[in-house]
C-alpha cells in the first residue's frame, strides 16, 4: 500500500461564519496538495460544504470562495 499523507488546517484566519472556514481550508488543501503529491483525496464532515460544492448556485453567499474551488477542481480530474 502507498504512503499516506495526512494534512490539516491549523491557524487559519477566523472567517465570517464556519461555513466561509470550511471552505478556506478546503481550498488550502487543495492547493497544498498541487504542490506535494500527485495522489489526492479529499474528505470532510460537513456535509453544507459537499452540498455547496454539488449545487455551488444555491449558495449565493459564497460564490467567490466556490469560484475558486471551482478553479482547482480542474486540477483534480477524481474530485467528486
Known amino acids: 500500500m502507498g504512503k499516506i499523507q495526512l494534512m490539516g488546517t491549523q491557524n487559519l484566519r477566523r472567517r465570517e461564519t464556519v461555513l466561509h472556514s470550511e471552505l478556506e ?8 496538495m498541487l504542490h506535494h503529491s500527485t495522489c489526492q483525496r479529499f474528505e470532510t464532515d460537513c456535509t ?14 459564497f460564490t467567490t470562495e466556490l469560484e475558486v474551488i471551482q478553479i ?3 486540477c483534480f480530474p477524481d474530485f467528486k
Open 25 to 32: 481550508a478546503l481550498r488550502w488543501a487543495m492547493e497544498s
Open 48 to 61: 453544507d460544504l459537499i452540498a455547496m460544492i454539488a449545487d455551488p448556485q444555491a449558495w449565493p453567499n
Open 72 to 74: 482547482l477542481q480542474m
